[in-house]
Nanobody, 123 residues
Framework: QVQLVESGGGSVRTGGSLRVSCAAS????????MAWFRHTPGELRELVAL???????TYADSVKGRFTISRDNAKNTVYLQMDNLKPEDTAVYYC?????????????????WGQGTRVTVSA
């Protein structure tokens, strides 16, 4: 069964650092784009960072220069290093895995979500 398990969340003060991890199982990890999203109750889900199966990265403007996404294909794990944290970074951080393939019957899309890990940044 496919599983995405996040870990590494916690509580830090403004300016602190945290690294969250997402360990994947049940998928061919190398074939998937991996991303981190975050959500605060009452607000929109936000894409934080993405790393493609080929290693290309994309960041939200709000975290660019502070966060770094990386992947270790040998460990089937994606990481998000968060530096210089701010109170507005407080959220539940979710890991997403996605694979899109063009097949004879059309587009095949596989999308999986983890359960999330909470990050709290206090002023």
């Amino acid at each position: 069964q496919v599983q995405l398990v996040e870990s590494g969340g916690g509580s830090v003060r403004t300016g602190g650092s945290l690294r969250v991890s997402c360990a994947a199982s049940g998928i061919i990890f190398n074939d998937y784009d991996m991303a981190w999203f975050r959500h605060t109750p009452g607000e929109l889900r936000e894409l934080v960072a993405l790393i493609s199966s080929g290693g290309s990265t994309t960041y939200a403007d709000s975290v660019k220069g502070r966060f770094t996404i990386s992947r270790d294909n040998a460990k089937n794990t994606v990481y998000l290093q968060m530096d210089n944290l701010k109170p507005e970074d407080t959220a539940v951080y979710y890991c997403k895995a996605e694979r899109v393939r063009v097949v004879e019957t059309g587009v095949d899309r596989d999308l999986r979500w983890g359960q999330g890990t909470r990050v709290t940044v206090s002023a």
